[in-house]
């Protein structure tokens, strides 16, 4: 428990002091909000690794997903971990750090480091909480594009992301056409389905319902709504694996007992997991934050600013796309990618598909997929070649 406390406290020092850079805009660049609101002193917690060419041509930048960080390749300074995408970003890897240099920032709304509700708010010292404006996939791509600006680099190689970082990437290619090279959206959607509002939406009450989430003012009151987060947390890890990748791991297999106890106890190794998984994660993440971030998640839906017609965003697009699905990703469908690809086809955009067996479910992005790396690293040998990328 002292361990797991040291990590909370490691996580609270991180959203207004982040170990990594950091860019500070002042009221004189507010970030301007789908919802009419403004953030008048924005911060933007980042990490770069590579070297940017005197051209720069080579910058890629790599958006995260919900529960992700921009600690892509580096030791996390919060959970000691290394990077949630060090197997395919490195030197030698296929996202090549001796020839590329790669950008990636915390979102607007999260907790390490980028103004989020758990930031301390300007106008009284005090947590945003939920006086932070509700933040859009939008929101966050303006927020990057402002940093992207700030690293002098006017066109990006590649953007690159998976599930809500595969969001951001298609945003990128609607909003700067004129920015992004090429673009890889992977296990990722062109709009929220009602599935998944719904199990977003269950997070959020069991966020809300808890007495400890005060309203949303609970780090004033030194508490915070670890049971409900912890909930939220285990449902939602269902929907990032499959039905094979469950069995394949756990099966009916009991957690170290010989028999049932006839009790609420976690008989199960699947239960004792999903509450480990549900303890190390409120350690550190903020509740706020998750209710932001899946909230921008549900009012993604690209088609419905181009008149319901999601041709109509990537007219013009001038990037290749290569948009990748897994067999077993019943959280991002295969059929949702295929939409995508089709909507790029309509706007006669250059866009490849590669759809992976795996049985890894929605995280297969995240874990050990030789044919992810072998399409991600021939995708942006392309693109370099294309662009004169030595």
């Given at each position: 428990m002292a361990a797991l406390n040291s990590i909370a406290q490691s996580a609270r020092s991180e959203v207004d002091d982040p170990s990594s850079l950091l860019l500070k805009l002042g009221p004189e660049q507010p970030l301007r909000m789908d919802s009419g609101a403004e953030i008048n002193r924005l911060q933007i917690a980042y990490q770069t690794y590579g070297a940017l060419n005197p051209a720069k041509s080579n910058a890629i930048l790599i958006c995260h997903a919900l529960t992700g960080d921009q600690h892509v390749a580096n030791v996390?300074?919060?959970?000691?971990?290394?990077?949630w995408w060090e197997t395919m970003i490195g030197p030698g890897k296929p996202i090549d750090t001796d020839r590329f240099f790669i950008i990636c920032s915390n979102v607007i709304g999260a907790c390490m480091g980028s103004t989020g509700p758990a930031s301390t708010n300007p106008a009284h010292g005090r947590p945003y909480a939920l006086d932070l404006p509700v933040v859009t996939i939008r929101d966050m791509v303006r927020a990057q594009a402002m940093l992207v600006d700030h690293l002098g680099v006017d066109r990006l190689l590649s953007v690159i992301g998976g599930s809500m970082g595969g969001m951001q990437v298609l945003q990128w290619a609607a909003s700067y056409p004129d920015r992004v090279f090429s673009a890889m959206p992977i296990a990722t959607g062109a709009r929220h389905s009602a599935q998944n509002i719904a199990f977003h939406e269950v997070g959020r009450q069991a966020v809300m319902a808890d007495p400890d989430w005060r309203r949303g003012r609970y780090l004033d009151a030194g508490v915070r709504p670890a049971k409900g987060l912890a909930v939220a947390r285990m449902a939602a890890h269902i929907t990032y694996l499959s039905e094979s990748a469950l069995?394949?791991?756990?099966?009916?297999?009991?957690?170290?007992?010989?028999?049932?106890?006839?009790?609420?106890?976690?008989?199960?190794?699947v239960e004792s997991y999903l509450r480990h998984q549900g303890v190390s994660?409120?350690?550190?993440f903020d509740a706020n934050?998750?209710?932001?971030?899946?909230?921008?998640?549900?009012y993604f839906d690209l088609a419905?600013?181009?008149?319901?017609?999601?041709?109509?965003?990537f007219k013009g697009a001038t990037a290749r796309f290569c948009v990748v699905s897994f067999t077993s990703d019943w959280l991002?469908?295969?059929?949702?990618?295929?939409?995508?690809?089709?909507?790029?086809n309509a706007a006669a955009a250059s866009v490849s598909f590669v759809e992976i067996e795996s049985d890894k479910g929605h995280d297969a992005f995240l874990l050990d997929e030789p044919e992810l790396f072998a399409t991600t690293r021939?995708?942006?040998?392309?693109?370099?070649?294309?662009?004169?990328?030595?």
């Open positions: 996390n300074p919060v959970t000691g971990k290394l990077g069995h394949r791991k756990f099966g009916r297999n009991l957690q170290d007992r010989e028999a049932p106890t006839f009790s609420f106890d976690a008989d199960f190794q994660f409120v350690e550190r934050s998750y209710l932001y971030l899946t909230r921008a998640m549900d419905a600013d181009y008149g319901g017609l999601l041709s109509a965003a991002f469908p295969t059929s949702d990618s295929r939409a995508i690809v089709h909507a790029l021939g995708f942006l040998n392309a693109a370099a070649t294309a662009r004169g990328v030595a």
